[in-house]
């Protein structure tokens, strides 16, 4: 029964999405594989590839550091933004800056993460088109080549690439992938992130009369590489298709965690990238209802990986091992629907059992309401009703 009404509410979603009256949740702004560079097979190889690296980080990184430096480009490492800040302290003081030329900050979550503005403001730094440093975000890196992508550049920021004396970019350890022949894959994913077509791109192998410094920065990444099962997060392309189908995200809209980081994936990041402490509750934003993966062009399994945090963020809560296995036996009992349609005090009694005093001590137990859903559900369909909907 519960099955009808799961068709039933899919074919009338998408009967509203062919005419076009789908509230936004239910509508991508176009068509989400937009080019034939992006069909199947080749979604899967490049799928294959950015979780190669993944797995491989320490090793793709090396041999991009050794590739990219061997142009006479220079790497820093930046485990944080003070990292970053210290480095580029020194490198304004060597060059005696003045000023600096930023592309369109507010687009650039790499910048907005570092809070690069207010860096440059307390140093003192004008910003300026005409600056003596330029800054770029690079959006993927490759190993191959030891070259760095570059997308949505202006033509003044382009120009002055090659003719600018010195260059900074910025890139996060995750943007990396083993071959530059992804380029094109990449910018014509993640060109739905900006709405308007196709990217501009330009993949930069360094240029001889220039300074290039780039940054690699890891702010709290590697939390998440512990993980088997969540590393594949740092994969995610930020294309932003999946937070214009999920349904929590649509209600609860733009950066709702007060931080740069938001939708389906920020859920599976966010407590490890800022601190459980905070971020725990992100992993309960979601309903599980796997629309996000529907679209996501890499197929990103990211219900499975947002259960897999929740089970990662209990196991670390302070519930000892012993609690652990006991609630293990109670999600059994728990699954069991026959049991669970049985009396509330046989229930409990199972609860009380099975968890110790202790942690009844730290945790409130949750009371069983008066009627199972059965009972209710059986209640109202009889009585020719139907179900009442939700909030009536
Ligand atoms: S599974 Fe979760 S994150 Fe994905 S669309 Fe549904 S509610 Fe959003
Ligand atoms: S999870 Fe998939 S759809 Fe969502 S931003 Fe990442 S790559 Fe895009």
Request: charged share 25%.
């Given at each position: 029964?519960?099955?009808?009404?799961?068709?039933?509410?899919?074919?009338?979603?998408?009967?509203?999405?062919?005419?076009?009256?789908?509230?936004?949740?239910?509508?991508?702004?176009?068509?989400?594989?937009?080019?034939?560079?992006?069909?199947?097979?080749?979604?899967?190889?490049?799928?294959?590839?950015?979780?190669?690296?993944?797995?491989?980080?320490?090793?793709?990184?090396?041999?991009?550091?050794?590739?990219?430096?061997?142009?006479?480009?220079?790497?820093?490492?930046?485990?944080?933004?003070?990292?970053?800040?210290?480095?580029?302290?020194?490198?304004?003081?060597?060059?005696?800056?003045?000023?600096?030329?930023?592309?369109?900050?507010?687009?650039?979550?790499?910048?907005?993460?570092?809070?690069?503005?207010?860096?440059?403001?307390?140093?003192?730094?004008?910003?300026?088109?005409?600056?003596?440093?330029?800054?770029?975000?690079?959006?993927?890196?490759?190993?191959?080549?030891?070259?760095?992508?570059?997308?949505?550049?202006?033509?003044?920021?382009?120009?002055?690439?090659?003719?600018?004396?010195?260059?900074?970019?910025?890139?996060?350890?995750?943007?990396?992938?083993?071959?530059?022949?992804?380029?094109?894959?990449?910018?014509?994913?993640?060109?739905?992130?900006?709405?308007?077509?196709?990217?501009?791109?330009?993949?930069?192998?360094?240029?001889?009369?220039?300074?290039?410094?780039?940054?690699?920065?890891?702010?709290?990444?590697?939390?998440?590489?512990?993980?088997?099962?969540?590393?594949?997060?740092?994969?995610?392309?930020?294309?932003?298709?999946?937070?214009?189908?999920?349904?929590?995200?649509?209600?609860?809209?733009?950066?709702?965690?007060?931080?740069?980081?938001?939708?389906?994936?920020?859920?599976?990041?966010?407590?490890?990238?800022?601190?459980?402490?905070?971020?725990?509750?992100?992993?309960?934003?979601?309903?599980?209802?796997?629309?996000?993966?529907?679209?996501?062009?890499?197929?990103?399994?990211?219900?499975?990986?947002?259960?897999?945090?929740?089970?990662?963020?209990?196991?670390?809560?302070?519930?000892?091992?012993?609690?652990?296995?006991?609630?293990?036996?109670?999600?059994?009992?728990?699954?069991?629907?026959?049991?669970?349609?049985g009396y509330n005090l046989l229930k409990r009694h199972v609860l009380l059992?099975?968890?110790?005093?202790?942690?009844?001590?730290?945790?409130?137990?949750?009371p069983f309401?008066?009627?199972?859903?059965?009972?209710?559900?059986?209640?109202?369909?009889?009585?020719?009703?139907?179900?009442?909907?939700?909030?009536?």
């Amino acid at each position: 029964m519960e099955n009808e009404f799961y068709t039933a509410f899919l074919e009338s979603a998408e009967k509203a999405i062919a005419e076009g009256s789908a509230p936004r949740s239910f509508q991508l702004k176009n068509d989400p594989l937009p080019d034939s560079v992006c069909n199947g097979h080749t979604l899967d190889r490049f799928r294959s590839a950015l979780s190669k690296s993944i797995e491989n980080l320490d090793e793709e990184l090396s041999r991009f550091e050794k590739m990219f430096s061997s142009k006479h480009n220079a790497v820093f490492w930046a485990s944080d933004y003070n990292d970053v800040f210290e480095s580029l302290k020194k490198l304004l003081k060597l060059h005696k800056i003045k000023s600096v030329r930023l592309p369109n900050i507010n687009a650039s979550t790499v910048f907005r993460e570092l809070g690069i503005k207010y860096f440059l403001r307390d140093q003192k730094i004008e910003l300026s088109d005409e600056g003596d440093m330029q800054f770029f975000v690079a959006d993927m890196m490759f190993s191959d080549t030891g070259s760095l992508l570059l997308l949505n550049q202006t033509n003044k920021g382009l120009e002055r690439l090659t003719n600018n004396k010195i260059n900074v970019f910025f890139a996060t350890i995750d943007c990396i992938v083993g071959n530059s022949d992804w380029a094109e894959v990449f910018q014509q994913l993640t060109s739905y992130n900006t709405g308007c077509g196709s990217q501009d791109m330009l993949v930069f192998r360094g240029s001889a009369n220039c300074n290039n410094y780039l940054f690699i920065i890891d702010n709290q990444r590697t939390n998440l590489l512990q993980f088997k099962d969540l590393r594949q997060s740092l994969t995610c392309l930020n294309c932003g298709r999946c937070s214009d189908v999920c349904p929590v995200y649509q209600t609860i809209g733009d950066e709702p965690y007060n931080n740069v980081f938001a939708g389906p994936v920020a859920n599976i990041t966010l407590p490890y990238l800022e601190t459980v402490e905070s971020y725990r509750h992100v992993a309960y934003a979601c309903t599980l209802c796997g629309r996000c993966e529907e679209v996501c062009p890499i197929s990103l399994p990211v219900r499975d990986m947002i259960v897999d945090s929740r089970q990662v963020l209990l196991a670390n809560d302070g519930v000892d091992k012993n609690d652990r296995r006991r609630l293990a036996a109670i999600r059994k009992f728990s699954s069991n629907r026959k049991k669970m349609n049985g009396y509330n005090l046989l229930k409990r009694h199972v609860l009380l059992k099975y968890l110790s005093s202790d942690y009844r001590k730290s945790h409130h137990l949750i009371p069983f309401s008066k009627e199972t859903f059965n009972k209710s559900y059986k209640k109202f369909t009889e009585n020719g009703k139907g179900f009442p909907e939700a909030g009536v």
